[in-house]
């Protein structure tokens, strides 16, 4: 068996975190015989001898161990700086304290953002966009609160798919502006807005997802699809007739302008 040393890294950023390489090679008569590879079994171990200790804080990012495969990057994530720097390494991110998002971040690759009942706060102005979701991206937002007065909170082209789930939002302008070839879903949320608060630009699909709240209005493309299902109790700012996937009775409120499903 041969051992490769990796330097510990404890203490050290994720982008400084140690790496290193090594060559191996298969034999065997079994291969030759059926030309089938079998198992290759890498193991990881600690080195007990070492006498490094863990600092017990770290103003940094802080990794935690994720048995799903994802990377996850712990509590501790209280300022704008340390957000965009999780969310460009992509993985399980989890909020511990409200953050003001004073520039776009652009999502990239796969990102879920527990807020932890925490607030995210826009100050972008009002051509500002919070997050820009891209090609073959998915960008989640669940358990908290956005706050938007001016601008936009996510822009999607080609992402596969942007999620809200259990959010509360606040916003006067743009839940989602711009939204092409994207895939959205709004999961049990309390959206609350003036005007248009989802524009659906070219070749989407929105759906809503159990019971939502979602005070405001969608505008869309005729590529564009909008589904509403299991959605008892939902409250919306527009008719959901021509939406709802299931036989549902709606009930419209003359004095709020607002459509619930029964």
């Known amino acids: 068996n041969k051992t490769l040393q990796l330097e510990?890294?404890?203490?050290k950023a994720v982008e400084n975190a140690p790496?290193?390489?090594?060559n191996f090679g298969i034999s065997g008569s079994k291969i030759n015989t059926d030309a089938k590879l079998g198992t290759i079994t890498l193991n990881i171990s600690a080195d007990t001898n070492s006498d490094v200790?863990?600092?017990e804080e770290s103003s940094d990012v802080k990794l935690e161990q994720?048995?799903?495969g994802v990377t996850s990057q712990g509590d501790g994530i209280t300022t704008y700086e340390q957000l965009a720097k999780?969310?460009?390494?992509g993985g399980d991110i989890k909020l511990d304290g409200d953050i003001k998002i004073t520039n776009p971040i652009a999502i990239e690759g796969s990102v879920t953002i527990d807020l932890n009942n925490r607030t995210l706060i826009g100050n972008i102005g009002s051509s500002g966009t919070m997050f820009t979701a891209g090609e073959r991206t998915f960008l989640t937002l669940s358990n908290g609160n956005i706050e938007l007065n001016e601008g936009c909170c996510?822009?999607?082209n080609g992402a596969q798919k942007v999620k809200f789930i259990k959010c509360k939002a606040n916003i006067s302008t743009g839940m989602l502006c711009s939204t092409i070839s994207s895939t959205i879903a709004l999961d049990e949320c309390d959206v609350t807005g003036n005007g248009t608060l989802i524009e659906m630009s070219s070749a989407s699909k929105l759906d809503f997802i159990r019971k939502n709240s979602f005070i405001g209005d969608?505008?869309?493309?005729?590529?564009?699809?909008i589904t509403i299902s299991n959605a008892g109790g939902s409250t919306f700012g527009f008719d959901p007739s021509n939406y709802?996937?299931?036989a549902a009775s709606i009930e419209k409120n003359d004095a709020e302008n607002t459509w619930t499903v029964k």
């Open 66 to 68: 994720n048995t799903s």
């Open 244 to 246: 709802i996937n299931y």
């Open 19 to 22: 790496a290193a390489s090594t």
């Open 154 to 156: 996510v822009s999607a």
């Open 8 to 11: 510990t890294a404890v203490g």
């Open 218 to 225: 969608v505008s869309k493309e005729s590529d564009c699809i």
């Open 86 to 89: 999780a969310i460009k390494n």
């Open 53 to 55: 200790t863990v600092p």
